[in-house]
């Protein structure tokens, strides 16, 4: 089969090629995929790199990726079952994650096939293509775990997304509002009339306006961008408010720390936690639903989520996806066509 491997952590252009490969081989509990869609997200640029430095300890291998086949999102038709596998049948249209959790590791979704556990796999929606299907789920998931989890949102209360318009918050828009709640997006103006489309009730030109030094509080604040300190933040905050960090405006290097990247952040803030209940503390690494990937399927079969796709790229081009991620301006996801 054809894939997109990567000998090493480098530039792209250098540590990337198309190549002929062995397909995989199945476990008895995972699912053989004729991959027709896979997604580009910020992890992948930290899996391409190396960086920070970490991420080789936590999984990823430490002189060259222990996986070499890139993509960890996908959408496509089950071309075989595992001898344990019973949730699908060859011929199923399906999407999900091939790595879970931690995403800081290559999962093989940029070839023509890619094994998964199929518990990590859901029916595609119907209503869906296969290339807005294969650009929810990691965003969605995170999204999913940050409204419902760690924000505990509740119908008629007041979110703010910050940095809006990329894939999770683009997800974190709708999910909220599939939650009842009043939504501001925080984002460039290119993005603003997307951005209202998909449900935002207000939007605001981060360029033009601080969020933070306004008079309006929210009841949650999910941070994607990452580009103001806690002390600033707790400004735009209710009293019994919740911000959840998700993001680093230094995701693509700048002067982000090359050992620990925003670890250290996430960590600084989860101590603070202990005194602040607006700071959620251990709750971030609880889930709400027992098969998310379900709850996922379902929002998008309700048009409750409605996919947002950037735009598409051959499986020949992820080097070329890869550096207009690395701009920022994408609306939504990029999608990788196979």
């Known amino acids: ?99 879970s959790g931690n995403q800081w590791t290559n999962g093989g979704a940029y070839a023509e096939y890619a094994a998964a556990r199929e518990s990590r796999l859901a029916p595609k929606p119907a209503a869906v293509t296969f290339e807005q299907a294969a650009s929810v789920p990691t965003s969605a998931l995170i999204a999913l775990r940050a409204v419902r989890g760690e924000g505990r949102v509740r119908s008629g209360q007041s979110v703010l997304v910050n940095g809006a318009g990329g894939g999770v918050g683009t997800m974190a828009v709708q999910i909220a509002r599939a939650s009842g709640a009043h939504v501001t997006a925080v984002d460039s103006s290119a993005k603003a009339d997307m951005l209202r489309t998909i449900g935002a009730e207000r939007v605001i030109d981060y360029a033009r306006d601080d969020f933070t030094g306004g008079g309006d509080r929210y009841d949650l604040i999910l941070d994607l961008a990452g580009n103001h300190r806690w002390r600033e933040v707790r400004r735009a905050l209710t009293p019994h408010g919740t911000y959840v960090l998700i993001g680093d405006q230094h995701v693509y290097g700048g002067s982000n720390h090359r050992w620990i990247g925003s670890l250290g952040r996430f960590l600084g803030l989860m101590v603070r936690s202990s005194f602040d209940r607006r700071l959620p503390g251990v709750r971030a690494f609880r889930t709400t639903d027992d098969d998310p990937m379900a709850t996922v399927a379902d929002l998008v079969e309700a048009g409750s989520i409605v996919p947002v796709v950037d735009r598409t790229y051959p499986l020949s081009g992820v080097v070329d996806a890869i550096r207009h991620m690395e701009t920022g301006t994408a609306r939504g996801r990029i999608v990788i066509t196979i």
């Open 1 to 99: 089969m054809k894939a997109f491997v990567q000998t090493r952590y480098g530039a792209p252009d250098e540590v990337l090629s198309l190549r002929d490969v062995a397909r995989p081989t199945i476990r008895d509990d995972e699912v053989l995929v004729r991959v027709r869609a896979a997604s580009m997200h910020p992890d992948i640029w930290h899996t391409v790199y190396g960086v920070p430095y970490a991420l080789r300890i936590m999984g990823g291998g430490l002189r060259r990726p222990k996986n070499p086949i890139l993509g960890t999102d996908v959408a496509g038709v089950v071309e075989a079952v595992g001898d344990a596998a019973t949730r699908f049948r060859v011929g199923d249209a399906v999407f999900g994650e091939i790595v």
